[in-house]
T-cell receptor
Framework: DAGVIQSPRHEVTEMGQEVTLRCKPISGHNSLFWYRQTMMRGLELLIY????????DSGMPEDRFSAKMPNASFSTLKIQPSEPRDSAVYFC??????????????FGPGTRLTVL | AQSVTQLDSQVPVFEEAPVELRCNYS??????LFWYVQYPNQGLQLLLKYLSGSTLVKGINGFEAEFNKSQTSFHLRKPSVHISDTAEYFC???????????FGTGTRLQVFP
């Protein structure tokens, strides 16, 4: 079985440019999570979707960040304009959620973003 | 609010020695507890989880953890580590009230030959 797929694995861009990170969840999963990992703040939940609907975006740092999930098999996290402090590893995770209890989240390999 | 504290940012240990990685949590309601491992340049992989039942939980790669409600701890242990156990280990808590997985800051386990 293919796990969570993220692309690109590495992204280097210049300050001010738009960055789009992509995620394909595990087939059949109905919840999708975007996390950011930095040395200073550790692993933070940015936003999560359930059945393609954003449920909690309180972790999104500012308006420069936006996330979409147009269908059950694809999600994007966009940063526009990017800044050096956005440099981090961004993880996508998915789970089969019944909204009644915890369901294991499966993580993708991450996208390492460097903003110069 | 739920939170997780991992007291040690780094734990160096020699191969075949025992190791304990400490985790304490705070929550006013029942929670589920997890340990994840992250190998270099990879995503997080679930090591083990405590949902209910026996407080001693066994996971993959010979790791185990004990849930201690009175001390609000969920320490991870392995009796004999290998070089291949070198990785970052994250403790996490999930509570039904928030429906979020809250991670600790991680402990880097470095195993030396």
């Amino acid at each position: 079985d293919a796990g969570v797929i993220q692309s690109p694995r590495h992204e280097v861009t210049e300050m001010g440019q738009e960055v789009t990170l992509r995620c394909k969840p595990i087939s059949g999963h109905n919840s999708l999570f975007w996390y950011r990992q930095t040395m200073m703040r550790g692993l933070e939940l940015l936003i999560y979707f359930n059945n393609n609907v954003p449920i909690d975006d309180s972790g999104m740092p500012e308006d420069r960040f936006s996330a979409k999930m147009p269908n059950a098999s694809f999600s994007t996290l966009k940063i526009q304009p990017s800044e050096p402090r956005d440099s981090a590893v961004y993880f996508c995770a998915s789970s089969l959620s019944d909204a009644l209890d915890y369901n294991e989240q499966f993580f993708g390999p991450g996208t390492r973003l460097t903003v110069l | 609010a739920q939170s997780v504290t991992q007291l040690d940012s780094q734990v160096p240990v020699f191969e075949e020695a025992p190791v304990e990685l400490r985790c304490n949590y705070s929550s006013s309601v029942s929670v589920y507890l997890f340990w994840y491992v992250q190998y270099p340049n990879q995503g997080l992989q679930l090591l083990l989880k405590y949902l209910s039942g026996s407080t001693l939980v066994k996971g993959i790669n010979g790791f185990e953890a004990e849930f201690n409600k009175s001390q609000t701890s969920f320490h991870l242990r392995k009796p004999s580590v290998h070089i291949s156990d070198t990785a970052e280990y994250f403790c996490a808590v999930w509570g039904r009230s928030t429906d979020k997985l809250i991670f600790g800051t991680g402990t880097r386990l470095q195993v030396f030959p």
